[in-house]
């Protein structure tokens, strides 16, 4: 059947370069929105001069470097040995139970670390369950016996690494499956026992795996401000914040989230390093790792051992905030409480849409374009997820602040009209500091579907007459519509989670979910702040419905 080529079917070759100018125009202005806080952090805390970078130094900024160091290989380590052990046992071993706990493992990832701070908090404080109870059985004295702390730096390292540790687990475990069977048994029949074997052959080959999982549970670490907050761990997290809105000092939060920013930098640098540094070469795998079934005591301790972070990160968490929240007076169907809903709601939903739409331009400009132009502009979209949410937050006040006092000050001046602040405190720059936060991950769903999409597609619709925008449309789209909703959902979870860009950014008298669990718990009402945590939880859980959907198909 012969192809129509009249004028009116096929797109001349102006439209085709004007669709294609148009797509770059907007590929590079999303880069350009994903560097303007690192920029404006850069500007402001260089133009404070030396005197303030002195007084920090003097007093609070070997405390903050310190503490966020310690905090960083606490977890580091956490989540290294939880995360690398539990995948091993569940692809190696056999044991009762082994199925449900593979699954179980990825569900920690649905709950914020402050969620689990709360929650804690509530059972092992002085006037908690554990210690009430260790009082009267024992007729003991507040100082009469020693408990830990939960309220330390310690205690927020377990909170952060009872929720981070499923970043290792994943990628662990997919490296371990994905390795020659014919490697491992070559060293069980070396002489290697299985222990042996693992750590010097299975190990090693999932080094950069392993890696690339610990280095994002540091970057997450880093970022963390509500659960450091909550318990007193001075960080550069809880700096920045204390600098922006107790001393009200720009420069100091400036110069603070430029160090935060350096420090996510240099762990960004090494997780990319990590991913692409190293090759190994397991040969062709012609069967599948097959599983010792453990006997006697070991498929007890492998039980013990996949089980407890499963029992400690999810299954007490959760059946203590259903216990304080059964004791709240805070009604979930209140006005208020709809409002809460409504405001994260909505924040969610349009930074969801704005996030994986400037993913989706910027990812096909890259197909469509390769080079370095577009492959700079692809790097600077992703930098946004090394970057803390309360760097961000500063980075977008100085520089939208400064423009709306300057256009107050002109219109004032010019005619006589007071146009306040229009920008600074608004929904969009708001979701303009979640689009940027989030991007990363946005364009890692929208790669991951555009990678099954074959070089020959594009070049039948161009054959065919199809614009660039027609190519995106009537071929792209369709095929990627499950990873563009997969993308969509996590952002949107990731929204309804984050708070310290929500807490420094958000409109007066706008407070979601997460803002008002936070001033609960600041408040000391942790039986109030439950109600909303479990919300934030069981809205978590979706993407990780999601993830367990396919470690189940994985396992199969």
Avoid at 135 to 150: K, L, Q, S, V
Avoid at 183 to 208: D, H, N
Wanted: proline share 5%; glycine share 10%.
């Amino acid at each position: 059947m012969p192809t129509d080529t009249t004028a009116g079917s096929v797109p001349s070759r102006a439209r085709k370069a004007r669709e294609a100018r148009v797509l770059g125009i907007g590929a590079y202005a999303i880069a350009g929105v994903c560097l303007l806080p690192m920029l404006a952090v850069l500007v402001t805390a260089l133009s404070g001069g030396s005197d303030t970078l002195g007084h920090l130094a003097d007093t609070v900024l070997p405390g903050y470097t310190f503490n966020t160091l310690l905090l960083v290989i606490y977890v580091a380590v956490g989540t290294f040995l939880i995360g690398t052990g539990a995948a091993w046992l569940v692809t190696m071993a056999e044991f009762p139970g082994r199925r449900l706990l593979e699954i179980a493992l990825v569900i920690p990832l649905a709950f914020p670390a402050y969620v689990l701070a709360y929650a804690y908090t509530h059972v092992l404080d002085h006037p908690g369950i554990v210690q009430t109870g260790l009082r009267a059985m024992t007729g003991w004295g507040p100082r009469d016996y020693w408990f830990p702390e939960i309220r330390s730096l310690g205690g927020a390292a377990a909170m952060l690494v009872l929720v981070l540790y499923p970043y290792v687990y994943l990628l662990a475990r997919a490296a371990f499956l994905q390795q020659s069977a014919t490697t491992y048994y070559a060293a069980r029949a070396l002489g290697c026992t299985p222990v042996k074997a693992c750590l010097q052959v299975s190990m090693p080959m999932a080094r950069p795996a392993i890696a690339a999982g610990v280095l994002l549970a540091t970057m997450e670490t880093i970022a963390d401000f509500g659960t450091v907050s909550y318990f007193g761990v001075q960080t550069f997290a809880t700096g920045i914040y204390t600098s922006w809105f107790t001393m009200a000092d720009r420069v100091a939060a400036a110069q603070l989230a430029l160090g935060l920013l350096g420090f996510a930098l240099a762990l960004a640098v090494l997780e990319r390093t990590s991913r692409g540094g190293a090759r190994y070469h397991g040969g062709k795998r012609q069967e599948a790792m097959g599983r010792a079934v453990l006997i006697g005591w070991r498929k007890w301790v492998a039980m013990l051992l996949c089980g407890a972070p499963v029992l400690f990160g999810v299954i007490l968490p959760v059946a203590a905030l259903f216990a304080m929240g059964i004791g709240s007076e805070q009604n979930l169907f209140s006005r208020r409480y709809i409002q809460f809903l409504t405001n994260s709601l909505t924040l969610a939903s349009v930074a969801a849409v704005m996030t994986v739409s400037a993913a989706v331009v910027i990812g096909y400009f890259q197909r469509l374009r390769p080079g370095k132009g577009s492959a700079a502009a692809l790097y600077a979209a992703r930098l946004g997820y090394a970057v803390p949410g309360g760097v961000i937050a500063v980075g977008l006040l100085v520089p939208f602040a400064l423009f709306d006092n300057q256009l107050d000050a002109f219109m004032q001046q010019t005619f006589g009209i007071r146009t306040g602040l229009l920008m600074t405190g608004s929904i969009w720059v708001l979701v303009m500091a979640y689009m940027i936060r989030f991007l990363a991950a946005a364009i890692g769903s929208y790669e991951g579907g555009q990678a099954t999409i074959h070089t020959n597609l594009d070049a039948a619709a161009r054959v065919l007459g199809q614009s660039p925008y027609g190519l995106l449309r009537r071929v792209h789209l369709p095929i990627l519509t499950p990873s563009l909703l997969t993308a969509l959902l996590i952002v949107f979870v990731d929204v309804m989670k984050e708070l310290p860009a929500t807490l420094i950014m958000r409109p007066f008298n706008y407070d979601t979910l997460a803002v008002q669990a936070y001033r609960l718990a600041s408040d000391e009402r942790l039986e109030g702040a439950a109600v909303p945590s479990l919300v934030i939880v069981a809205v978590g859980l979706l993407p990780v419905i999601l993830l367990c959907r396919q470690v189940g198909r994985q396992a199969r």
